[in-house]
């Protein structure tokens, strides 16, 4: 074996998808800093793992990951990213479709979190949304209601005494029970979460969240019966009413979390 003469070219690939099986993603730049290969070929490279079902790249910052539907990744990823691989293509197609951005979120305790995003590739990237990482409140914000109204009544519960003991203004209504009743009959009859019309603008100065000037829809994403995630569609108020929005995109929110859920069936998730 020593008279064989190794193929650089595949040394090269192999230290590539190691850097990102090590690691949680890395950008383009990451990569050069670590491999010290010039972009030029870097990008060769990923675009041939990417080709080759090996590696994905996230929108919300570009970074690439190891693939789950590789054949025998080093590391299984853990739930959250086969989530994201599955939902991130989707939520790239519905952007294009739609235009104004998305988020994807998951429950962390008594809020959610951004795991993923669209809103480099919309009309708006400027538009305050994400970034991956940001906490959203769970009862005033279009995510949350979606995810709240359409999950477990076990889990609703548990989410509900977390709320009661955040000591957050803006998780008062938590010691609500008929205004909590309200919310979910309202929500799982419209198919969809709404924002609060204090978040939303809609009643000025009385909401414990400042207004940032746009507003949601939100459905949930669901695998065999359960609420794993929520997306949402944002766009700005002086753009279109909640009545437009619903009219012209809800089917097209609504078909992206479908597809996202039947993928991440397809992928064992």
Known sequence: MRSVKSIRALERGLDVLQALQTGPGAGLKDLHEITGLPKATLLR?????????????????????????????????????????AASPVMARLCERVNWP???????????????????????PHLPLGPVGARINMLLTSTGRAYFSFCGQAEREEITALLQASGRPEDAHAHDAVWLARLVSQTQAQ???????????????????????????SVPIIVSGRVVAAMNLTWTRRAATVGQIVSDHLADLRAAAAEVGRELERMGG
Request: aromatic share 4%.
């Open 102 to 124: 998305s988020v994807l979120a998951v429950r962390r305790g008594g809020q959610m979190e951004v795991i993923e995003t669209n809103r480099p590739r919309s009309h708006v």
């Open 45 to 85: 490279i990923l675009r041939t793992l990417a080709e080759r079902n090996l590696i994905w790249q996230r929108m919300a910052d570009g970074a690439y990951l190891p693939s789950s539907r590789a054949p025998a990744p080093a590391a299984g990823p853990g739930d959250e990213t086969r989530l994201v691989e």
């Open 191 to 217: 198919g969809y979460g709404l924002r609060d019309p204090s978040v939303s603008g809609e009643t000025p100065g009385l909401s414990p969240m400042p207004d940032d000037g746009r507003n949601s829809v």
